[in-house]
């Protein structure tokens, strides 16, 4: 394996001529073969480098030489015979609450990259009941995928369709959880506090949060980070309004945090747990005659493309969805490999917009 790869070297063969098809016209495919010939290695050398385990095995410079040769003679490598060997689909099920949210597309997508880069494909699958239980969409499921990435769900409800030991990689879920091999989180709870430091910054003391009405570690985190940098401002508090996570219901929670009954005065600003609630905050606010931000400044989640929809754009926090879906997939590639995958938790940032400003601006 630590043949010398120098294309037209000593001891080199020159690639091979096309050879005749089954039907005596055009070239047959290229074969590993045909690259270890071309490339001056032996097959196993080929195999270790188009394979990616050749770090330690095969010297740098015969590894650039085999794929120098691969892309010059059009090679693939048979992927349906790899699996079968290995004993493997080269299939990974990504589990969402919602194929409809441009959140979750994004994990998608960043998934989908990261997988075809090692040449697996991903299966998307919602769970029907949101947070859970997920049904098995396989019959097996261990017959049909190799392993489980599930974003923004709970551990527990996956326990169908991770067949019982597939292993599972879980993002935006919370750290530490033992049924997973590896999470990869935002800091979920950062993303609040520096909307809340941003909103007292300016001035604003009376803050409402929109809650999501669901119980899950993000949304938890958020709650939590948000109140304890309110504690720290001399007068400044929060009320919560729970809501649905949609614009509608977005916008009448808005409308109870600003017009709702008691000795309290309105808010001055509405902290929301996405850009939906958000968008529907806005709503709210137009339809109660206050301008935004003069009247009630607004802040969002996500940084969807509705953010720069409405008008004034909205301040909110950027989640790298894409991001978060690459590493999970990374993560699950490197237990797959016999290896371990560190726990991650990505960084979020404040985008300030037209939607805050200081109070009674």
């Known amino acids: 394996m630590g043949t010398s790869a120098g294309r037209g070297g000593p001891g080199t063969s020159a690639a091979p001529p096309?050879?005749?098809?089954?039907?005596?016209?055009?070239?047959?495919?290229?074969?590993?073969r045909d690259v270890a010939r071309a490339a001056g290695v032996s097959q196993a050398t080929v195999s270790l480098v188009l394979g990616d385990k050749w770090a330690g095995r095969v010297s740098e410079r015969t590894?650039?030489?085999?794929?120098?040769?691969?892309?010059?003679?059009?090679?693939?490598p048979n992927?349906?015979?790899?699996?079968?060997?290995?004993g493997?689909?080269?299939?990974?099920?990504?589990?969402?609450?919602?194929?409809?949210?441009?959140?979750?597309?994004?994990?998608?997508?960043?998934?989908?990259?990261?997988?075809?880069?090692?040449?697996?494909?991903?299966?998307?699958?919602p769970s029907p009941g949101g947070t859970g239980p997920a049904r098995d969409p396989f019959d097996p499921a261990r017959a049909s995928i190799d392993g489980v990435i599930a974003s923004s769900m709970a551990a527990g409800a996956l326990a169908a369709v991770r067949g019982g030991g597939l292993p599972l990689v879980m993002l935006d879920s919370g750290p530490g959880d033992p049924a997973a091999a590896a999470t990869v989180n935002f800091d979920a709870g950062d993303g609040l506090r520096q909307a809340a430091r941003h909103?007292?910054?300016?001035?604003?003391?009376?803050?409402?949060?929109?809650?999501?009405?669901?119980?899950?570690?993000?949304?938890?985190?958020?709650?939590?980070?948000?109140?304890?940098?309110?504690?720290?401002?001399?007068g400044a508090g929060v009320r919560t309004e729970r809501t649905a996570l949609s614009v509608d219901a977005g916008r009448r929670a808005a409308e109870r945090a600003l017009t709702g009954p008691?000795?309290?005065?309105?808010?001055?600003?509405?902290?929301?747990?996405?850009?939906?609630?958000?968008?529907?905050?806005?709503k709210a606010a137009r339809r109660?005659?206050?301008?935004?931000?003069?009247?009630?400044?607004?802040?969002?989640?996500?940084?969807?493309?509705l953010a720069t929809a409405v008008e004034p754009e909205l301040t909110t926090v950027r989640l790298p969805a894409e991001a978060v879906?690459?590493?999970?997939?990374?993560?699950?590639?490197?237990v797959l490999d016999g290896g371990a995958a560190d726990d991650t938790t990505l960084p979020v940032r404040l985008v300030t917009r037209g939607s805050t400003g200081p109070p009674g601006g």
């Open 262 to 282: 008691g000795p309290d005065p309105r808010p001055t600003a509405l902290v929301c747990d996405d850009d939906v609630l958000a968008a529907g905050a806005c």
């Open 88 to 125: 493997r689909t080269r299939t990974a099920l990504l589990v969402v609450p919602s194929v409809t949210a441009e959140f979750f597309a994004g994990v998608y997508t960043g998934a989908a990259r990261a997988a075809g880069d090692r040449g697996f494909g991903v299966v998307l699958y």
């Open 79 to 86: 992927l349906a015979a790899r699996s079968l060997r290995l």
């Open 325 to 334: 879906g690459a590493a999970g997939m990374r993560a699950l590639m490197a």
């Open 199 to 234: 909103l007292l910054g300016l001035g604003h003391r009376r803050l409402a949060h929109l809650a999501a009405d669901v119980d899950s570690w993000t949304f938890r985190e958020r709650a939590r980070a948000l109140a304890e940098e309110a504690r720290g401002v001399p």
């Open 18 to 32: 096309p050879r005749p098809g089954p039907d005596g016209a055009g070239a047959a495919r290229p074969t590993s």
């Open 63 to 76: 590894a650039d030489a085999v794929r120098a040769a691969a892309r010059e003679l059009g090679y693939r």
């Open 288 to 305: 109660l005659g206050l301008r935004v931000p003069q009247d009630v400044s607004v802040t969002g989640v996500g940084d969807l493309a």
